[in-house]
């Protein structure tokens, strides 16, 4: 990066979805940006772009074509109870958000990736429908042709061609662990390059932190392990991204940042190991088929309310911790494989990944033969 | 992953995935045999993720990717597979406390001047919009509305 500290209007540390997203609305109101990544270029994009892709959107034109009918009142009580908001307490910044989301998706999230090129699958899919509390009570999961994956590289191709590309600067393999104050402001940041390890400054009016969660490192994610699942399972799998590891956090929380609500999670109870890991206990999370029997540690059916996908993703990670080994085991044949089984993410879809509705629709119909 | 054609065959195999003789036969048996009876008695299902499978099947977007009440032991089905599976680590619903501008907060809620933070780093939003459990999809949709919000903010 050289001696002389940058300066500019944002530096922006992360880049995915939010970075990238935040960087790009920055440029159109002509704002010079500095955007600095942990990871190399190739894996600009962060985690979103090795998501599966799907965006909740209260009031789309796919709802509609479907005839769906949701609103946002409807979408924000099914929040409130999935969420176990508690319905007396309108004050907190969770629950203003929560209220902005479902007032907002349609003008604010949905109709702006449709104007940068982004386009869903027509038909939205039920999810989370709810268990012992309720959840989504219409569709409203709209995934992304081409995934996480064509998402991101959507918009950072929008980044490339801004017309104000000029006013950007990159860099990648940059760490940050600290923010610069100026009495009680923050005005920059500072931290080390991945590969040299030589130190580097960032000066700037405003710094927006967008480096993901802490999810990615396993020793956070036990450190902060919920009640509700008992003690951390001995073995967890890392399906986040391993530079999510809570570094800014503590950036943050060291100039005084209120940090909120860790020991809340979303884990998956269906990981597998990744058979070419690119990071410690890499794991897959798999789509975990509704027509396997879903079995303990002991090979006996969990019970007595059979665990099925699609209710409540949480709770099937509460039964299984509850369990005395933390692991399970789906029991299935090939018929229900062909059929059900699936790798949550961009990278085993190829046929979203690859823009192939020919490719989606015979899958959907002769199985997924490619994947077994 | 481990796949049989026998039932005595892949519990064989699953002991031997996971390392001890944890996995019992009869076990594994009880669940397939009990499970293939209530779908050969028919509907209505008594069983609960019979019941459920009806319900998603109701939905076109799930009828497709979802059997119809398909036996485990039917031999024209196999070979039997089972999956050992771990919890996984996937998203964060906490964070950086941040304010409806994506401005972060100190402890005493005040916000903190120059500072802003968006996406899974604030919780995508306030420090934990989605609660205790997401509907799904407001992961990126809360990436994209709390960024868009930062830097409406700073554009002002």
């Known amino acids: 990066m050289g001696t002389t500290p940058l300066h500019c209007d ?20 002509g704002k010079r940006v500095v955007l600095l990544d942990r990871d190399s270029e190739e894996n600009f994009g962060g985690l ?82 709810g268990d012992a509390t309720r959840g989504n009570s219409v569709p409203r999961w709209h995934v992304v042709w081409g995934t996480g994956r064509g998402l991101m590289l959507q918009l950072i191709a929008c980044l490339h061609n801004h017309p104000h590309r000029d006013l950007l600067t990159l860099h990648f393999g940059m760490r940050v662990d600290g923010l610069i104050e100026n009495g009680r402001r923050i005005v920059g940041c500072r931290g080390d390059s991945e590969a040299t390890n030589l130190p580097f400054e960032v000066r700037a009016d405003s710094v927006l932190v967008a480096t ?64 070419r890991p690119r990071k410690p206990e890499h794991g897959l999370s798999l789509v975990p088929p509704r027509s396997a029997l879903w079995l303990n540690w002991r090979g006996e059916r969990i019970g007595p309310k059979p665990l099925v996908t699609g209710f409540d993703t949480r709770d099937l990670v509460t039964r299984i911790c509850a369990e005395e080994r933390q692991y399970s085991w789906q029991l299935l044949n090939r018929k229900i494989a062909l059929k059900e089984l699936a790798i949550s993410g961009a990278e085993f879809n190829p046929s979203i990944r690859n823009n192939s509705k020919l490719g989606l629709l015979r899958d959907l119909i002769f199985g997924n033969h490619w994947l077994l | 992953m481990v796949v049989a054609s026998s039932l005595p065959e892949l519990v064989d195999k699953m002991n031997g995935l996971q390392g001890d003789g944890s996995v019992n036969l009869s076990a594994v048996g009880e669940a397939a045999s ?109 990436c994209v ?3 868009r919000r930062a830097a409406a903010a700073l554009a002002r």
């Open chain 1, 10 to 29: 944002t530096v922006v540390i992360g880049g995915g979805l939010a970075g990238i997203v935040a960087t790009l609305e920055l440029l159109s109101a």
């Open chain 2, 34 to 142: 009990a499970y293939d009876r209530q779908i050969e008695r028919g509907a209505p299902y008594d069983d609960e993720q019979l019941r459920r499978i009806a319900l998603v099947r109701q939905w076109k977007g799930d009828r497709l990717r979802t059997c119809k009440f398909q036996k485990i032991l039917e031999p024209k089905a196999g070979p039997l597979m089972a999956i050992r599976e771990f919890i996984i680590s996937r998203k964060s619903l906490g964070g950086i406390q941040t304010d409806l501008d994506s401005r972060v907060l100190d402890t005493r809620g005040e916000p903190i001047a120059g500072l802003y933070a968006a996406g899974e780093a604030a919780g995508f939003g306030g420090g934990g919009m989605n609660g205790l459990r997401g509907l799904e999809g407001t992961f990126l949709g809360g």
């Open chain 1, 212 to 275: 993901g969660g802490i999810n990615g490192s396993i020793e956070r994610v036990r450190r902060h392990w919920h009640a509700d699942w008992r003690t951390p399972p001995q073995t967890i799998l890392n399906g986040a991204h391993k530079f999510a590891d809570g570094t800014v956090h503590d950036a943050v929380q060291a100039v005084g940042g209120n940090l909120t609500h860790l020991d809340r999670m979303w884990n998956y109870a269906a990981g597998v190991h990744h058979w």
């Open chain 2, 145 to 147: 509305l709390t960024a």
């Open chain 1, 48 to 129: 979103a772009k090795e998501s599966f892709g799907g965006i909740l959107v209260v009031g789309s034109d796919e709802q509609r074509r479907a005839r769906i009918r949701d609103t946002p009142e409807l979408a924000l009580q099914d929040w409130l109870a999935f969420g176990e908001f508690d319905p007396a307490d309108r004050d907190t910044w969770p629950r203003r958000w929560a209220e902005a989301y479902v007032n907002s998706s349609e003008g604010e999230i949905y109709r702006w990736l449709k104007k940068h090129g982004i386009n869903f699958l027509p038909l939205p899919l039920w999810v989370e429908r």
